[in-house]
């Protein structure tokens, strides 16, 4: 069983499978030198044998001319005493294929010299020369060079080598033990190395085996200071559970919002529709129940419907019909829509815009945007204070501004008044679904803009659109 367990282990290791395969690769590598350099020595060797026998047939061939079969045994007995030359047969055919001369080294046998038939010796035109070897058993063979010599003769030399059993054979041996160690010690190495390369990997594995087992959503790969692949790869995945984690504490803090803010209007709901059953008797308190439960129907469709323009637009699949909209145009119309209920708490509204400012957008969902900044502004405005609308160009783009007289956003709450249904100190005593910021920035981003809030020097909170400028060209203006 464990044995089973440690060919799966070993089956399953990218370090080991990378090992073996730099081994494999390392091998086949070494074996292709190792061949290209035995093949190059060997022929190296061949050819210096062949040109010191071709040398030494050039000089009989030159005795033969000059004084015949007596010159060239002239010639031999002369050098009979260097080794080089007591180790040749050399030998001179007759143009019918007899010996006419011989001379055959003392350590030769007589099958030796009968295998060295001349190929092709009628054939071989003088000065013309052949070369070939003999292989005579596993430890030497035999070097053969033929010259033809005027008058249909042939010239035979050869020489017993044994470079193969001096050099070559050595040669292969430690090229094999040298082969296997280096493969072995490539193998190893690659897969230490390898081990050590996809550390990071193993890590973020067992980070995201420690979330899907435990639901620990805090866990996180430790951080890496390697700037390579790797490394990129466990930052990225760091990111991607830092989002997924304020993803889903959003998602539980909306749900939570979501159950709190529909646990009273669900409730008066249900206080009305039993209201409603109970007063048989009396026509007009059912109806007038019955109109508080259509009022709170209304406000949870609300709820719920912005909830799903805020998820739309955050998620990229929001219609939007863009087009030129005149941004003074559409700031007027706004501060006419909330004009009644700034008198009412004594609030100047005041639009500055100027002319020729145009954005490229939604007209109706730009319009939801600036009503819901305004209404923000108005309602936390306190009574004789002011509310500023403006619009202008600056650096390519168009920026809308909404500023009041209120009491500001705390430092500590200007990132969280974005968030569902978030309601801060200050708006705890206002009625509202706790979505109007949560809208205008859904909206504002899916135009490809940006919104932005900060507290005024002078008082007041000042909320900041930013726009594509619309071009002089585009279509007609809206209002």
Not at 354 to 373: C, E, S, W
């Amino acid at each position: 069983m464990s044995s089973k367990r440690e060919r799966s282990w070993l089956g399953r290791s990218l370090a080991v499978r990378l090992g073996l395969w730099h081994a494999v690769l390392f091998g086949v590598g070494t074996a292709l030198v190792f061949a290209a350099v035995y093949i190059l020595l060997a022929r190296a060797l061949d050819a210096r044998e062949r040109e010191a026998l071709e040398v030494r047939a050039a000089e009989y061939a030159d005795a033969f001319e000059t004084g015949g079969v007596p010159a060239v045994r002239d010639l031999l007995d002369r050098e009979r005493q260097q080794p080089h030359v007591r180790s040749l047969l050399v030998r001179v055919f007759g143009p019918g294929g007899d010996v006419t001369f011989a001379k055959v080294p003392d350590d030769w046998i007589e099958d030796d010299s009968q295998v060295l038939v001349p190929d092709g010796w009628g054939a071989l035109q003088p000065r013309r020369v052949q070369t070939w070897r003999v292989p005579r058993d596993e430890q030497r063979d035999l070097a053969v060079v033929s010259r033809g010599l005027p008058g249909g003769a042939v010239l035979q030399i050869a020489r017993s080598t044994d470079n193969r059993t001096v050099l070559l054979a050595p040669l292969r041996r430690t090229m094999w033990l040298a082969g296997t160690a280096a493969v072995l010690l490539s193998a190893g190495g690659g897969a230490w190395l390898a081990w050590r390369a996809i550390k990071p990997v193993r890590a973020v594995a067992a980070t995201a085996h420690r979330i899907v087992a435990t639901g620990d959503l805090s866990a996180r790969v430790e951080g890496t200071q390697r700037d390579d692949e790797v490394g990129e790869l466990v930052r990225q995945f760091n990111t991607l559970l830092e989002r997924n984690g304020s993803l889903l504490r959003a998602m539980r803090e909306a749900l939570d919002n979501v159950a709190h803010d529909l646990r009273t209007p669900l409730t008066r709901l249900r206080a009305g529709a039993e209201m409603a059953l109970q007063q048989t008797d009396n026509p007009a308190g059912a109806r007038e129940a019955l109109a508080d439960c259509i009022e709170e129907t209304d406000r949870i469709q609300r709820l719920l419907e912005t909830l799903l323009d805020i998820s739309a637009a955050e998620n990229g699949v929001l219609k939007l019909d863009r087009e030129k909209v005149d941004v003074e145009a559409l700031l007027r119309s706004v501060a006419d829509l909330y004009l009644l209920a700034a008198e009412e708490k004594s609030i100047g509204l005041e639009v500055a815009a100027g002319a020729g400012v145009n954005v490229r957008a939604d007209p109706t969902r730009l319009r939801q945007v600036l009503a819901n900044l305004v209404d923000n502004a108005v309602k936390y405005t306190p009574a004789g204070g002011k509310v500023w609308l403006a619009g202008e160009t600056r650096d390519g783009r168009v920026v809308i501004t909404v500023r009041d007289t209120g009491p500001g956003v705390p430092a500590e709450e200007r990132e969280k008044i974005w968030q569902r249904l978030y309601r801060g100190d200050h708006s705890r005593s206002q009625r509202g679904l706790g979505l109007g910021l949560s809208v205008v920035k859904a909206l504002v981003e899916a135009h490809g803009g940006r919104v932005a809030v900060a507290n005024h020097p002078e008082g007041g909170a000042v909320f900041t659109v930013e726009l594509d400028r619309a071009e002089p060209a585009e279509g007609p203006v809206m209002g």
